[in-house]
């Protein structure tokens, strides 16, 4: 009975993220309303509070659940990596998962969206903007690391500092992500021309990546 009551409180948890997404997505995160999202999920205000303290714990579940499954990739290549096994391989293994998940997945695409045009971060959303801030940060630490063991095992030497190559990467990534997203994913092939241009920059650094280029 309280694996069943489990299992019902995290189908109820699930359904109202996936109707956040949704009201999200069609009035932004600071117009919409936690009433609009209960109605949209066919609950109540309260079933919102059992599970999230307000709005911003309701977003910041929302971005948690999409973005786990890559924080999970990027944990088992950093895992890896730090066996000895090559670095470079996992680095695009990893951003090449994100582009796809983007590009063939309706709900990741939309969360994305959600997040890169459609959060106001003032009055209570202040805080998400700081959260942003924390997670770029500590994203750009891991590619720094990864890219200075990546020069490392390569017999590379970096032409800039790993924490200025590590911006770098992700100014690319983000970039490309933007661009697409802008155009609502309609004028080029988001997983293709994605890995080229972080490979072309990679390239930039001296490392060889023909085969990802060719």
């Not at 680095?91 to 796809?100: C, E, T």
Request: glycine residues 8%.
């Amino acid at each position: 009975m309280a694996r069943r009551t489990k299992e019902d409180a995290e189908a109820t948890r699930n359904k109202l993220l996936d109707a956040a997404a949704e009201v999200f997505f069609a009035k932004g995160v600071a117009g919409a309303s936690l009433s609009e999202v209960a109605q949209a999920a066919g609950l109540t205000r309260g079933a919102i509070y059992w599970h999230f303290k307000d709005k911003v714990d309701l977003f910041d579940a929302l971005m948690q659940r999409t973005t786990l499954p890559f924080e999970q990739a990027w944990e088992a290549g950093q895992a890896k990596f730090m066996q000895h096994g090559a670095v470079l391989p996992e680095i695009l293994g990893v951003l090449r998962m994100v582009f796809r998940s983007v590009s063939t997945d309706t709900a990741t695409r939309r969360v994305f969206d959600i997040a890169l045009y459609k959060v106001e971060c003032v009055g209570e959303l202040l805080d998400v903007r700081q959260r942003r801030i924390e997670g770029a940060l500590r994203f750009a630490l891991q590619i720094e690391q990864a890219l200075l063991l990546a020069a490392q095992q390569e017999g590379v030497c970096l032409p800039v500092s790993g924490q200025n190559a590590a911006r770098g990467l992700q100014a690319i990534f983000d970039g490309v992500l933007h661009f697409w997203l802008l155009q609502d994913g309609q004028s080029f092939d988001l997983e293709a021309e994605g890995v080229l241009a972080v490979a072309l920059y990679l390239k930039g650094l001296g490392f060889d990546l023909q085969k990802e280029i060719a």
